[in-house]
């Protein structure tokens, strides 16, 4: 049930982990486990999540392939970061 709410959210507009745990009342790694399989699970329905990445905003860094905020930047090790943004098309 959880998991075909998930798809027609994401569907509608990009939300990050954050929201998604806000908005079902769980946890954040709930949400990433259950992303996780939907990334599996979707292929066989010609779909695919997509991923805009994390990104540091004082340098611009990527944290590909991460479904969640990382603490730190690794390049200028500032914690100003945004939340890696997660759709369905
Ligand atoms: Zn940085």
Known sequence: ???KDLISWLC???YTVSELARLFQCRPHEVEED????QR???HQGKRLHLE???CRHCGFRFRGKLRKPGRCPKCRRTWIEE???WIE
């Open 12 to 14: 509608q507009r990009p």
């Open 35 to 38: 992303l996780r399989h939907l």
């Open 84 to 86: 890696p943004r997660i």
């Open 41 to 43: 699970s979707l292929q």
């Open 53 to 55: 990445p994390a990104r």
């Open 1 to 3: 049930m959880f998991r």
